[in-house]
Structures are given as C-alpha cells and as structure tokens.
C-alpha cells in the first residue's frame, strides 16, 4: 500500500475482451497477496489442504490467470527481489499491525464473532518463502513468463512498460505510475464478480493512463514523485502526517511551480521537492506539520530505481502434468476441475497452431 492518489485521478472502464492479444507485466507480489486476503472462508480463514497448507494464493493464481489466458491475455509476473533499505521500516511497521490483528483475531474467535475474524484475519496475511517458490513453479507450469526483479517488482514492470516490451503494468497500487508505467491496469486478477450488500456486481478491469494523470493533475513526473512521498509511499507510510492527496496537490501548486504549464519551474524534480519542504520546515503557517523521513534519500530511490534494462521475453511451454503435480498431488484440488480448464486451454493452444500452420 503505497501511493494513494485514487481519489483525485481518473479511470477508464474497459472490457477484458479489450486486453486480447496484449501482453502484461504483473506486480508479483501484489497479486498474491490480494488472493490471500479475498480468497478466504466466511471466518476469514484461507482456504488449506488437509495438512494444513495455505493454498488461498494457488488457486488464485490457477484460475483467475487461466480466465485471462484463455481469453488471449499473455502474462509476465514480476517478482520483488531485495528490499531497499528504506523500505525495511516499512516491513516493521507493518508486522507490528499484523501483531495487533492476530490479537484482535484470536480475542473474535474466542467470542464466536465470526464477522470480526473475517475482518482481522485478513489484515494477518504473511507471504512465505516456501509459498512464493511454488508460485513460481506454477506459473512456469502455466505458461507464465517469470522475471526475477533485482529490488522492487514495481519498477522493474514498470521498466518493462517504459520500453514497450509490454502493454501495461497490472497492480492495485498506484506506485508504478511514479516509476513512469505509461499504462497502470487494476482489477486485472480480481473476482469477475464481487458480493455487495444487495447481491453481486460485476468487475471490470480499468485503465489509467500517466499522460492524461499528469494532464489531469497538472503535474510533471517529477512532481509526481514529490506527491506522492508528502501523502506517503511504500518508503514513509502515511507521509507528512496531515497531508493527503488533495493537499498535497495543493501545496505543490502554490509553491512548487505546478499549474498550466505542468511545473517547468522545478527544473529536474529535486529542486521542486526542495521548495516544497524548505516551506514544510521553514513557513510558520505550516509548523504543525513535521517531516519525520529524509524526502531526498527517498526521491531519489523512486526516480532512480535498481532494475535489470536488457530482459528478453521469453515464455516457458504450459506443462500440465507439473500443474497437477503441484495442485492434485499436492494439495488436494479437484482433479475434474483441473482437467476441465486444461482441456480448455488445450483447445486454444491447437488452435492457435492451426492459424499459425494457415
């Protein structure tokens, strides 16, 4: 959860048919930590096998992938390699939540209010080592490219996107937009359908464009940049407490050079930041606000991300004995299921290689 700028940007409601034939770059661990979180039973627990094993992720990344992939979709998960150090306060903090979760969690089932374990089981949600190796061997199976990113999977998809090797960058967040993802997708691997209070809605992917962002918001990049570590990023959670996206658009504004000609007054980025919180620790008006993070240290980890430039795509062939090796031998899926979507994906492939023979 970094950038949160969704209410004061614009999306684009598309069809999945709209993604046929397109190739996306998929924030790896993003996604599955959404399927940890939302494929869960009604107390809030993921789902397991019989000896115990999570397994919410492998069904998420199984059958919301094969949707995709069976309506002409070619996906690339982008893996997060070693954190930045900036980022491991971030880890702290949110394992000091999780802490408070479990208790919260462990206190609702004690009641017997199974509403409240749903809610604080979710926020308890650890990614593990053995879970993110498996993950990989699925996908592989699949026929899903993997690449391994050398610090965040963010910036290196969006790397992938700057330079049109993809079509886009899929994520719930919005941070690829600061690494300057020319295309963010969300609600790419999320149920077709969500439960509301009055019965079901369908789910439509939407598209965010980073030129009509800037345009909109009247922002260069850099500025961009500067919004988004004054309301927080993955770097300084909750940024200058106080200050949300609307008023930190605001402030950029009114001293950092932003408006109709999209802040050509800030130069190459830093000086902006600069001017913006030169006014944060100097201006008497804003002395309730403190600035508890080094803004240059992280300006400079966003602008300049650590990510591999040469990676050639190259997707491994779908291996359906190694998918019902992982999903029926290991973990106890339904093997009718499993076969149906293979024979599914089965036909797609023969006819994909009829047109090619044509």
Known sequence: ???????????????FEDLKGKTIAVDAFNALYQFLTTIRQADGTPLKDSKGKITSHLSGLFY???????????????????APELKKKTHEKRKAMRDIMKEKYEQ????????????????????????????KE??????????????????????LAK??????????????LMFKAPLLIQNLSMARKRKTATGYREVFPQIIKLNEVLKELELSPEQLICLGILCGTDYNVGGVKGFGPKKSLKLIKEFGGGGEKGGESCGNGIECCEKI??????????SKYEVEFNWKEIYDEIAEPRVEKDI???????????????MVE?????????????????????????????
């Open 163 to 176: 330079y049109e090797k993809v079509y886009a960058v899929a994520s719930q967040d919005y941070d690829c």
């Open 277 to 286: 919180f030169d006014v944060l620790e100097n201006d008497e008006k804003y």
């Open 330 to 358: 290991g973990h106890e899926f339904s093997e009718a299921r499993i076969d149906s979507q293979l024979d599914k994906l089965d036909k797609v492939e023969r006819e994909k290689s009829q047109q090619t023979l044509f």
């Open 138 to 159: 699925l996908l592989r199976a699949m026929g899903i490219m993997i690449v391994q990113a050398p610090s965040e999977g963010e910036a290196q998809a969006s790397e």
């Open 312 to 326: 050639e795509l190259d997707f491994p062939k779908v291996n359906g004995d190694k998918i019902k090796e992982i």
């Open 108 to 135: 609702a089932k004690d009641e017997e209010d199974i509403e409240g374990m749903g809610k604080y089981a979710r926020s308890e949600t650890r990614l593990t080592d053995e879970m993110i190796a498996e993950a």
């Open 64 to 82: 919301r992938n094969m949707n995709l992939i069976l309506g002409g979709v070619k996906l690339i998960y982008v893996f997060d390699g070693e």
């Open 1 to 15: 959860m970094g950038l949160q700028i969704g209410e004061i940007i614009s999306k684009e409601q598309i069809e």
